[in-house]
């Protein structure tokens, strides 16, 4: 069966740091991969999706960026935070050209 | 591009009495509608989906209908219990291919609270 793994589960940054965030999918192949922002518990806004190694869709402009550097690997990075980017930050998949999203179980940001 | 408005915000019912929340959707090419399940601190779960080409679905307590006409999709808890308690939400797509890649629009989220 499929997972999906996210870590860290917390973390706590200064504003100015950079960030990584990274996410992985065991038990399939080729997913498209998702990276969603919710705020305050309510609301997922997608950041950016990717269909495969080193291609990625950006949704919104904001400070930060994704990579795909393996097929089952999906980063979301910052080279800089800022108190904006506090937020619980959820990773999902499908497989090929199926509808159903599955989700992590998140990391939580707080920019302090 | 799609947009989905779900109704109530927040939804307080008593143990045993049902609960129901609507999401409308302004695509009309949008043709998957899935329920997300999310407990406090943790990713959305999926609970039950509807394809366009069905009116009603139900998984035990759980049913979701879909009137394709009026663009609204709604989900039904009978008999709801306190572990039923989580933020819910729908989501409406168009089915994979071309460019959508299974993109899902969601609604903003309902908390539901069952109070025993």
């Known amino acids: 069966s499929q997972t999906i793994h996210q870590w860290p589960a917390t973390l706590v940054q200064p504003v100015g740091s950079p960030l990584s965030l990274e996410c992985t999918v065991e038990?399939?192949?080729?997913?498209?991969l998702y990276w969603y922002r919710q705020a305050a518990g309510r609301g997922l806004q997608l950041l950016f999706y990717?269909?495969?190694?080193?291609?990625i869709s950006s949704e919104v402009p904001q400070n930060l960026s994704a990579s795909r550097p393996q097929d089952r690997q999906f980063i979301l990075s910052s080279k800089k935070l800022l108190l904006s980017d506090s937020g619980f930050y959820l990773c999902?998949?499908?497989?090929?050209?199926?509808?159903?999203?599955?989700f992590g179980p998140g990391t939580r940001l707080l920019v302090l | 591009g799609e947009n989905v408005e779900q109704h109530p915000s927040t939804l307080s019912v008593q143990e045993g009495d049902s609960a129901v929340i609507k999401c409308t959707y302004s695509?009309?090419?949008?043709?998957?509608f899935p329920w997300y399940k999310q407990e406090l601190g943790k990713g959305p779960q999926l609970i039950i989906d509807?394809?366009?080409?069905?009116g009603e679905k139900k998984d035990q307590r759980i049913a979701v209908t879909l009137n394709k006409t009026a663009k609204h999709f709604s989900l039904h808890i009978t008999e709801t219990q306190p572990e039923d308690s989580a933020v819910y939400f729908c989501?409406?797509?168009?089915?994979?291919?071309?460019?959508?890649?299974?993109?899902?629009?969601f609604g903003q989220g309902t908390i539901l609270t069952v109070h025993p």
């Open positions: 999902a998949w499908n497989g090929g050209f199926q509808e159903t999203q599955y």
């Open positions: 038990g399939t192949s080729n997913p498209n």
């Open positions: 990717s269909v495969g190694i080193g291609q």
């Open positions: 695509d009309s090419a949008s043709n998957y």
């Open positions: 509807i394809r366009s080409n069905v």
């Open positions: 989501a409406a797509s168009l089915k994979a291919g071309g460019t959508s890649y299974g993109k899902l629009t």
